[in-house]
């Protein structure tokens, strides 16, 4: 039982890393100087969130 949970919080971690790096990914500047992108880092947040919501209820039950 405790490795089937190590295993769906390694997927979920993967997962949710994989969504960030699609986020961040989206917008880039034609340029090649680095531009801070305030949609993509409130996007990560909102990531981060959801999946510590997602632990939190997970390990609840």
């Known amino acids: 039982m405790v490795a089937l949970k190590v295993y769906v919080l ?7 890393s994989g969504l960030m790096q ?4 989206q917008d ?5 100087t680095r ?7 409130d996007q990560a947040i ?8 997602l632990f ?3 390990f609840a039950h």
């Open 56 to 58: 939190v209820t997970y």
């Open 28 to 32: 880039k500047p034609a340029t090649a």
């Open 22 to 25: 699609l986020s961040m990914a």
């Open 46 to 53: 909102s990531y981060l969130l959801m999946f510590a919501a």
């Open 10 to 16: 390694l997927f979920t971690a993967f997962f949710f």
């Open 35 to 41: 531009v801070v992108d305030a949609k993509a880092i």
